[in-house]
Each structure stands twice: as C-alpha cells, then as structure tokens.
C-alpha cells in the first residue's frame, strides 16, 4: 500500500490536468501516455494489477496517436483515468465487468482536442502581446516567463474543470442506474487485447500486414465454425 492515499476522482482529475499543462510545459514526450499514468496511478494508489492491464489496452488502441505541430489527436489519458476511477468506485477487477464500461469510455479521447483547441484559441491575446513587445527596442523582462505561467496554470484549470464537469455527466447519466454496471461479459485481457491490437496494426500503415491479419481472423473464425 502506499504511504498516502488519494480518492479516486480527485486523483484522476489531478493527474489529466497535470498531463495536459505538463506536456506543453516540459515537452517530456510520453508523460500523457496511458502507460506513464498506469504507473503513477499505481503509484498513489497501490493498484497495479488494475492501472497497468488497463493502460496496456489504451495503449495499444491508441498507439500512433502524437500531437505534433498543429495536430491535435485524441488524448487516451482522459478515457483511461475516467474508467480507472469508475472501475474502482464500482468495484470492476476483471475483464468482463470492464468490457462494456470500457468501449463507453473510448469515444472520451476526442474531448481533449477541443479542450486544447480552446486554449489555443485563448493563447492569441497572449501571443499578439509578446510579438508587440519584442518589436520595441526595450528588453522583454519578465514577460515571456509570466506568459508561459499564466498559460500553463489556464491550461491545468481548464482541463481540471473539464475533467470534473464529464465525471459529474457521467456519474449522472452513467453510474447511478446499477444495472448496466452489473454487465458481465465472457471476456479476458486476451480478447481485450486482441481488439485494442486493432489500433497497434493500424499505425503500420503497410496493406500487406492489414490482408495477412484479416486473412487471420478469417482463418480462426472458420475453424471455430468447422
């Protein structure tokens, strides 16, 4: 166990704010990747047979996804921390109580975007003040250093804020009717697995490997007709 401990739904909401802000204020790379939160989740929490079997699915599902100049894609760190609170609150351990949950929550990565796109959009002020400014001969100062705070500290807010209001949405509408939480499915991390690899083969991008995996599938299916 941990020397300390956090409640679920604060810690999720605490570390997507601090993915968000932190990717843009330290450029770390992978620090927004399910696999990195598995870990600190596991971390505050204790619970690595859940975080990290959990993280390797959104992982794999989402393998190719990088933001890289003005691309923003969708940000699997939403979708993994939002399920990994709900699984604990309700008690989920096993592949097949997360198998519904799970395919609700994957359309949740496409929030992000528009939460960065938003603060891009913010950031316009911000960045007509500083080129106005770098036109006169006087030195900058402080400036630059201020500006980058204040958009770092309006990045962690907003995407606290944003996280907090989709888990009040979601326990609404989602976690107080039980009876689609009772949903167990005949399921393990295998086939869980095998479809999140469906994102892993994606971002080959080569046909050939798209054919000899249908192929595959095919093949199995047929064999388990026979």
């Known amino acids: 166990m941990p020397p300390f401990a956090i409640p679920d739904f604060p810690l999720a909401a605490a570390l997507f704010a601090l993915a968000l802000a932190g990717r843009n204020l330290c450029n770390l790379g992978f620090v927004e990747r399910p696999i990195v939160l598995g870990f600190f989740w596991g971390l505050c929490t204790g619970d690595y047979s859940l975080s990290l079997p959990l993280a390797v699915f959104f992982e794999l599902f989402w393998l190719d996804l990088f933001a890289i100049g003005s691309y923003l894609p969708p940000m699997a760190a939403f979708p993994y921390l939002m399920l990994m609170a709900f699984a604990r609150t309700m008690d989920w351990s096993t592949p097949g ?127 388990k007709l026979l």
């Open 97 to 223: 109580h997360l198998a519904f949950p799970l395919a609700l929550s994957l359309p949740l990565a496409y929030v992000q975007p528009h939460i960065e796109g938003y603060l891009r959009i913010l950031q316009t002020g911000a960045y007509m003040r500083l080129m106005g400014r770098a036109r006169r001969p006087a030195p900058l100062g402080r400036l630059p250093g201020s500006l980058m705070a204040a958009a770092v500290l309006r990045q962690f807010c907003v995407g606290l804020a944003a996280f907090v209001l989709v888990q009040g949405v979601a326990v609404v509408g989602l976690a107080l009717p039980f009876s689609w939480t009772k949903t167990v499915l005949n399921a393990d991390w295998s086939l869980l697995y095998g479809i999140a690899s469906l994102g892993a083969l994606m971002a080959l991008r080569i046909n050939r490997a798209y054919i000899i995996f249908t192929i595959c599938i095919l093949s199995v299916a047929l064999i």
